[in-house]
């Protein structure tokens, strides 16, 4: 039984044991804002950043681990599956990309806990493995270690890996996976609606989850727009609204353009499945 959350945070919420972490080798004035976002309400047990790139950040926020750049979204895929649980020390990790975060801190639910993973599920399934995207998701420290065991089938995207491929066998060790309407209050991504769920994940939430001003300034800071082509017509649509709306959708044109022209739409080293729900 779910238990229904206060409609507002009552000060900070604290969550010791759970520690936010992020990993990737582009866009990462975008991935630490997004970091930022997520602590801007929440005490984790800590904040760590995974990079080859140098940064300059507030240590005391968030701590940056060195690591070898990212040279695909496969390589993501194995360092997560492989190398995350080394660098965490709590008993749950919040793993979070650039386009996605905390967006309703309140509607945080204790019973989260509970599962060595959940994320926003994915609509495309209908056998009840379908929890769930990886981009935004919450799991256990025994879940990474189990990952890393001999039987258990690495492939990439990760999120697939672990809830799909393997999830009968993870199972099997007595993981426990959330079900899919408790996974749908933790994220939302292709399934649900923003607002409705503590944390999200995906591009096209963004111009709705942070403002288009926001948006749009995050945006111009990318040095990778792979993800933006799975769902440009739908974030043109959104940044074209308002005030200066159509020299924001002319910019974003003439940018696909460029991309498509050099071949450089790739997908970024942490897309996710979902965001290509077309090659599932």
Same mark, same amino acid.
């Given at each position: 039984?779910?238990?229904?959350?206060?409609?507002?945070?009552? %000060?900070?919420?604290?969550?010791?044991?759970?520690?936010?972490?992020?990993?990737?080798?582009?866009?990462?004035?975008?991935?630490? &804002?997004?970091?930022?976002?997520?602590?801007?309400?929440?005490? #984790?047990?800590?904040?760590?950043?995974?990079?080859?790139?140098?940064?300059?950040?507030?240590?005391?926020?968030?701590?940056?681990?060195?690591?070898?750049?990212?040279?695909?979204?496969?390589?993501?895929?194995?360092?997560?599956?492989?190398?995350?649980?080394?660098?965490?020390?709590?008993?749950?990790?919040?793993?979070? &990309?650039?386009? @996605?975060?905390?967006?309703?801190?309140?509607?945080?639910?204790?019973?989260?806990?509970?599962?060595?993973?959940?994320?926003?599920?994915?609509? &495309? #399934?209908?056998?009840?493995?379908?929890?769930?995207?990886? @981009? #935004?998701?919450?799991?256990?420290?025994?879940?990474?270690?189990?990952?890393?065991?001999? &039987?258990?089938?690495?492939?990439?995207?990760?999120?697939?890996?672990? %809830?799909?491929?393997? =999830?009968?066998?993870? $199972?099997?060790?007595?993981?426990?996976?959330?079900?899919?309407?408790?996974?749908?209050?933790?994220?939302? $991504? =292709?399934?649900? $609606?923003?607002?409705?769920?503590?944390?999200?994940?995906?591009?096209?939430?963004?111009?709705?989850?942070?403002?288009?001003?926001?948006?749009?300034?995050?945006?111009?800071?990318?040095?990778?727009? @792979?993800?933006?082509?799975?769902? #440009?017509?739908?974030?043109?649509?959104?940044?074209?609204?308002?005030?200066?709306?159509?020299?924001?959708?002319?910019?974003?044109?003439?940018?696909?353009?460029?991309?498509?022209?050099? @071949?450089?739409?790739?997908?970024?080293?942490?897309? %996710?499945?979902?965001?290509?729900?077309?090659?599932?």
């Amino acid at each position: 039984m779910l238990v229904e959350p206060e409609t507002r945070s009552v %000060g900070r919420i604290a969550l010791p044991e759970v520690t936010l972490c992020a990993v990737t080798s582009v866009n990462i004035a975008a991935t630490i &804002q997004s970091l930022e976002r997520s602590l801007g309400e929440i005490d #984790f047990g800590a904040c760590k950043l995974f990079t080859n790139r140098p940064v300059s950040i507030d240590p005391r926020k968030i701590t940056v681990v060195p690591i070898s750049r990212l040279e695909s979204s496969a390589a993501y895929s194995d360092f997560l599956l492989s190398g995350l649980a080394d660098h965490v020390e709590t008993s749950h990790c919040l793993v979070t &990309q650039w386009d @996605g975060h905390v967006i309703a801190p309140h509607l945080w639910r204790p019973e989260f806990l509970a599962y060595d993973y959940i994320g926003a599920s994915w609509p &495309q #399934f209908d056998d009840g493995h379908d929890v769930g995207n990886g @981009g #935004f998701s919450l799991r256990s420290k025994r879940l990474m270690e189990a990952c890393r065991e001999p &039987q258990f089938r690495k492939s990439h995207p990760e999120d697939i890996a672990i %809830g799909r491929v393997n =999830r009968t066998w993870l $199972e099997g060790k007595g993981m426990r996976f959330a079900p899919r309407a408790l996974a749908d209050l933790f994220a939302v $991504e =292709r399934a649900g $609606e923003l607002g409705s769920s503590f944390g999200y994940h995906g591009v096209w939430h963004m111009p709705r989850a942070i403002g288009v001003e926001a948006f749009w300034s995050l945006y111009r800071g990318l040095d990778d727009r @792979g993800t933006i082509k799975h769902d #440009f017509a739908r974030i043109l649509g959104e940044v074209g609204r308002g005030a200066g709306g159509l020299p924001r959708a002319i910019r974003m044109i003439l940018d696909h353009v460029a991309d498509r022209l050099r @071949g450089s739409g790739r997908d970024d080293a942490h897309a %996710g499945p979902a965001e290509r729900p077309d090659e599932l």
